[in-house]
């Protein structure tokens, strides 16, 4: 039971279909995780659970914008949106495992943990907002929340529409990492930094408080990771490994490579900058401080590639 990892799982790995987005479809999807994660934790693996949130926050603000044209009711701050789908999505996954857990006879028990994460008020990031959140706006809409909150920044986004964009500074503390290490000794299964984590800044006094942004998932389960000291970091996706030349005819899956090769590849642009690239950065982060291994993979495959029968892997 020495062995600790760290698994992500994408906001968009439950949100299987367009138009599938209500509670219970996520449910369903949330579900099938859990069972290859019981996989992991029935074969002798202690297990801590991150997540992602993008389009789960997006409906949230949406949902919020609604109500205050509709019905002028205050919006809601986007920090404590995503401390919302924190909670929400967390709930399905500790549901969903403690009921595969009462299934199989273990005796396991979840915790989830409405998590902060700390980043630099100086970021440069906060200089330029580029993290698009929420939905598209016609130009009408856009004008109107823009006058509503003169602090908002709204662009034009490829012609589809008028989005809001906004800071996404780098993850430098976990505010609960010594209570997620804390239950990870007395046992239990953590579901911890939801969607990269509510971001703060701290005040000269050590006092925090919350600040519209979005921290990148994968660059926040890297932290964590480092920070409990976890053995290995798997990062879920939608492909059962990592590829080079995708989509050409001398497409190449990667199984097992090490830092100086996954960095050549960086080099080459083998890796998409909306998907893949910050999964490969957040991995040889990882792999720089404390941690082994990291394996990219789909959940599906979870058992077989930890059993280094699947998935890519990356290591020292």
């Known amino acids: 039971m020495d062995k600790l990892v760290v698994v992500a799982i994408g906001g968009n790995s439950l949100v299987k279909d367009s138009g599938k987005e209500s509670v219970q479809e996520q449910y369903e999807a949330v579900c099938k995780i859990a069972s290859n994660i019981a996989d992991l934790i029935e074969s002798g693996y202690r297990v801590v659970v991150t ?122 503390d976990i505010v609960e990492k010594d209570a997620i290490r804390s239950l990870i000794d007395a046992g239990f299964v953590v579901i911890a930094v939801g969607g990269g984590g509510i971001p703060v800044v701290k005040a000269d006094n050590g006092t925090y408080s919350g600040i519209d942004a979005v921290i990148d998932k994968d660059f926040a389960t890297s932290l964590l990771a480092d920070q409990i000291q976890a053995q290995a970091l798997i990062m879920t996706t939608g492909v059962p490994q990592v590829f080079i030349n995708f989509g050409k005819p001398n497409q190449q899956a990667l199984e097992t490579i090490g830092i100086s090769e996954t960095k050549q590849y960086m080099e080459e642009n083998q890796f998409p900058k909306g998907s893949m690239l910050p999964k490969i950065e957040a991995s040889l982060k990882f792999l720089e401080n404390s941690g082994n291994k990291v394996i990219i993979t789909n959940p599906e495959s979870l058992k077989d590639a930890i059993n280094n029968k699947a998935g890519t892997h990356i290591v020292k």
């Open 51 to 172: 997540h992602g949130n993008g389009p789960q926050v997006g409906i949230t603000l949406r949902r919020c914008e609604i109500a205050n044209e509709v019905e002028n009711l205050p919006l809601v701050p986007l920090a404590n949106c995503v401390a919302d789908t924190q909670g929400g999505i967390g709930y399905q996954i500790g549901q969903a495992l403690t009921n595969e857990f009462l299934i199989r006879k273990m005796d396991n028990q979840v915790a989830t943990i409405i998590t902060q994460v700390e980043v630099k008020s100086d970021d440069p990031n906060f200089e330029n907002p580029s993290k698009p959140v929420g939905s598209f706006y016609t130009a009408e809409q856009a004008t109107e929340l823009k006058e509503k909150n003169p602090n908002w920044v709204i662009i034009e986004d490829s012609g589809r529409g008028y989005r809001r964009v906004v800071p996404s500074p780098e993850p430098i």
